[in-house]
């Protein structure tokens, strides 16, 4: 049986949810379930949840707060998604890595009955230097080694009368700086990118934004950003100003600080028409991108 995505209309409400996960764990998870409590209340039925939303803070609390995919936490984000009748990307969580003492960053989307319809480990480790702190994720997270997308059947139709099926493509964070993922993701037939994040306030400001409406551009997608915002512990800042892009580009959706919900309506025949209109994924030419030639500058006699 198909579950029902979309309304007739082949309009997806949708919601990402911004969060200033801490320590403790018990609100963070509390936060969680209030804010898709509110997003399921006004109507959207396609909601994300920030990169790491269960722990922010130490190395060592990370290592205790690691979680199994069939444990505790991820029951409740089953039953939320169950109870509000709503697909969830539950962001990512520190999930137990067999055999390792690091833990996988994940992504688990959940479907309206509540099961796993996709499980994503992020791919690119953040081991960098940005606003005076050192970032080593490698540290503490083992790095995932597929790219992921679902793909997910509704009972409304597209413009042409045809069974409207939609796909996600899973990311997280870092993963928003390597374009190569999100093309693979296109290629998959995503239409919809999510990006669940805890982007540092130091990079948020200036790339933030241009990353993601440039992925949303290239790949003619909708993209679902959900970041953490403010500081976790250790003088550690993360941006905010989760946001929701259309496949032209257009920030259609857009939180300020603080946590809460940003909502839009993504309306796949809207997408449809940019790619048909401007079909730049079939203008690729990826067996001229293989023969690759460096020229030799010309001598001077």
């Known amino acids: 049986m198909k579950v029902p995505f979309a309304d007739k209309h082949a309009v997806i409400r949708a919601a990402v949810l911004q969060m200033n996960t801490t320590e403790d764990v018990e609100r963070n998870e509390s936060t969680a379930l209030a804010l898709i409590e509110r997003a399921a209340s006004r109507g959207a039925r396609f909601l994300v949840l920030p990169e790491k ?7 060592e609390g990370a290592q205790a707060h690691k979680e199994s995919l069939d444990g505790r936490l991820m029951a409740r984000m089953s039953q ?3 109870d509000h009748q709503v ?13 390792e003492r690091r833990a996988y960053n994940t992504s688990v989307f959940f479907g309206p009955d509540g099961r796993q319809l996709a499980v994503y480990r992020k791919l690119h480790m953040f081991d960098v230097e940005v606003g005076g702190h050192v970032y080593r994720e490698s540290d503490g997270c083992v790095p995932g080694d597929r790219v992921v997308a679902a793909r997910v059947e509704g009972e409304a139709a597209d413009e042409a009368g045809a069974p409207l099926e939609v796909v996600v493509g899973l990311s997280v964070c870092y993963d928003l700086r390597f374009p190569e993922l999100y093309r693979a993701l296109a290629l998959l037939g995503a239409h919809i990118l999510v990006v669940p994040a805890a982007f540092t306030e130091t990079t948020g400001r200036d790339h933030w934004e241009v990353l993601l409406r440039a992925r949303a551009i290239e790949n003619q997608a ?14 550690k800042e993360s941006y905010g100003r989760s946001m929701i892009i259309d496949p032209w580009g257009v920030v259609i959706a857009r939180m300020s600080d603080g946590e809460g919900v940003a909502l839009a309506d993504l309306d796949l025949n809207y997408l449809s028409r940019v790619r048909r209109h401007l079909p730049a994924l079939e203008h690729r030419m990826p067996d001229a991108y293989e023969r690759r030639v460096v020229e ?3 001598t001077e006699r």
């Open 53 to 59: 939303f269960h722990y922010l803070g130490t190395a």
């Open 80 to 82: 939320a998604a169950r």
């Open 87 to 99: 697909y969830l990307v539950a962001g990512s969580i520190w999930e137990k890595a067999e055999g």
């Open 222 to 235: 909708f993209v679902l950003a959900a970041n953490q915002y403010g500081t976790h512990g250790a003088g």
């Open 296 to 298: 030799a500058a010309p």
